[in-house]
């Protein structure tokens, strides 16, 4: 199975009742991911080791470090899967701004990013895109029901892009702001538009979930968990639909509603 490479296997003590019998369980396998950015070394990243090309391009341009594909020159990943070097026309401001913020978000794993509230200069997103109700119903239950590595673990987060011909680009990783930045790397190594399409993510809508979704463009961001506050705030600024609690037939429209088809 591909996955079987990221798995980990333990030895465990289970309570059954008033039994303690002795199993053999797996876990997910965590790393700190190196990236070199022309030469230098710029962060470390903990997270599953799988798409480290896409995490890197995710990344950087959810940070505005490089504005599209056209400004990578080269990207190679060692041979052990633990860095990724690129090499790249970059916007210096947002590397300063990077290293000087480091904001610790509220993702799990822990993730660092220079783009606080206030630092986004990203025109607001006025798409007249629109999608139907019944369709995110219905693309929720499988983004759920189809995540192999969580039903191997429980110990995992998922991102999925829906696109305007219905195709889906799905990541999974431990932390929820890396699912996104594979899922949109992936995207963007393929060429794909992500101006018209729908960010299906798992756990909560915190701000640093919702300003991927401001960088890049993508009008509509969906979870069957909560909103924070400053995430309902920032999505409603630039332009974004926010949709929380999408369960079944029911769904918490937060910001901008007029893309939903009901």
């Given at each position: ?11 465990i ?31 470390s ?10 995490h ?11 504005s ?53 200069k990203?025109?607001?997103?006025q798409?007249?895109?629109l ?7 219905s ?7 189809e ?5 191997l ?15 889906t680009?799905?990541a999974?990783?431990?932390g929820?702001h ?5 899922a ?19 756990g ?34 630039h332009g974004?639909?926010?949709i929380?609690f999408a ?16």
């Open positions: 199975m591909e996955n079987d490479k990221y798995l980990k296997t333990v030895i003590d289970k309570l059954i009742g008033n039994e303690v019998k002795e199993f053999e369980d797996v876990t997910i396998d965590e790393v700190r991911l190196n990236l070199y950015l022309n030469g230098q070394k710029t962060i990243m903990m997270c599953i080791p799988k798409d480290q090309d896409a890197a391009i995710g990344f950087l341009m959810s940070e505005n470090v490089i599209s594909m056209k400004d990578i020159e080269k990207i190679h990943i060692s041979e052990d899967g633990l860095k990724v070097y690129v090499d790249a026309k970059i916007n210096k401001d947002s590397i300063a701004n990077l290293y000087k913020e480091k904001t610790l978000t509220s993702g799990c794993g822990g993730g660092i990013t220079g783009n606080i509230d206030g630092n986004i990203v025109a607001f997103n798409t007249s895109f999608i139907k109700a019944n369709t995110i119903s693309e929720i239950k499988i983004f759920y029901k995540s192999e590595l969580y039903n673990t429980g110990c995992v987060h998922k991102a999925m892009i829906y696109l305007l011909d219905g195709q680009i799905t999974e990783d431990i929820r890396n699912a996104i930045d594979k949109i790397g992936k995207c963007k190594i393929q060429g794909l538009d992500t101006t018209k399409s729908l960010l299906f993510v798992s909560r809508l915190s701000s640093e979930m919702v300003i991927k979704s401001v960088m890049h463009k993508i009008p509509i961001i969906i979870s069957r968990t909560a909103p924070t506050y400053l995430g309902v705030q920032i999505a409603h600024k974004i639909t926010l929380g369960r079944g037939k029911r769904m918490n429209i937060y910001t901008h509603q007029g893309r939903i088809d009901v």
